[in-house]
C-alpha cells in the first residue's frame, strides 16, 4: 500500500503523485487516509516562492508525515528547506528516530554541503553521482568514508552507493536505451586508480 508526500519545488514527479498546490489540500489528503489508507500527493511550489513560504510547507509537509507514520517522506533539493546550521526541530526528531514511526525519509540535494548535516549522519542508504564542487563532494565523501577523487571522478550516469546495514560500498552504471543497471562492490584498488587519475589531470593542466 503507497503511503507517500512529496514537496516538489520543480515539478518533477508527476508519475508518483497527484499534484496540489494549496497547504490544506495537502493536509486533507494525508487526513483522510488515515493510519492504514493509502495517499499519494505532493505539493508543488509556485515559480516566485519566498523563504518563509518553503518554511511554512516543510514544518506542514513533516507535521504530516510525523503523525501519519508508516510512510514515505520525499523531499527533492534538501538545501530548500534545511542548512548545514539549522533544520526545524520536527525534522531532526524525524532524522533522529522517524524509522520507530515507520518514515522512510529521502532527501535528495545538488548541494549536500549546505543541507542539515543530522539528515547525512542518520543516513541508511546514500547514492551519489558526480559533483562538481570540492564541498559538496567532501560532506558525502566524509559520511561514506571514501576519497572525494572517487565522487569527483565518476563518468555521467555512474554512481556510488553505500549501504549503512553492511557498510558497503557499490559503483554502478545506468544504461538508459534498456533501463539496465549494472553494480559491482566498490574495489579496494579503485582509490588507487582514481589518485592516479588526479595526479594525470593536474599534470595535463
Excluded at 495517499?39 to 511550489?45: E, T
Aim: aromatic share 8%; glycine share 8%.
Amino acid at each position: 500500500m503507497r503511503r507517500i508526500l512529496i514537496l516538489d519545488p520543480q515539478d518533477e514527479y508527476g508519475a508518483f503523485a497527484q499534484p496540489v498546490s494549496k497547504a490544506g489540500d495537502m493536509a486533507r489528503i494525508v487526513a483522510a487516509a488515515g493510519e492504514r489508507g493509502p495517499f499519494a500527493v505532493r505539493y508543488v511550489f509556485p515559480k516566485m516562492c519566498s523563504a518563509d513560504h518553503f518554511a511554512q510547507i516543510f514544518d506542514l509537509a513533516c507535521q504530516l508525515t510525523y503523525g501519519a507514520r508508516n510512510c514515505c517522506f520525499l523531499v527533492e533539493e534538501l538545501s530548500n528547506f534545511t542548512t548545514a546550521q539549522h533544520a526545524p526541530p520536527l525534522w531532526r526528531r524525524m532524522c533522529n528516530s522517524g524509522r520507530h514511526e515507520g518514515v522512510h525519509v529521502i532527501g535528495c540535494s545538488q548541494f549536500p554541503a549546505q543541507i542539515d548535516k543530522s539528515f547525512l549522519s542518520n543516513a541508511t542508504l546514500i547514492h551519489v553521482g558526480f559533483l562538481g564542487e570540492k564541498p559538496h563532494r567532501t560532506a558525502v565523501a566524509q559520511r561514506m568514508d571514501i576519497n572525494p577523487d572517487l565522487i569527483r571522478d565518476l563518468p555521467d550516469l555512474h554512481y556510488l552507493e553505500w549501504h549503512r546495514e553492511g557498510r558497503n560500498i557499490v559503483r554502478g552504471t545506468i544504461h538508459p536505451a534498456s533501463g539496465r543497471i549494472n553494480e559491482k562492490p566498490l574495489q579496494a584498488g579503485d582509490e588507487k586508480t582514481s589518485q592516479v587519475r588526479s595526479a594525470t589531470g593536474r599534470k595535463r593542466a
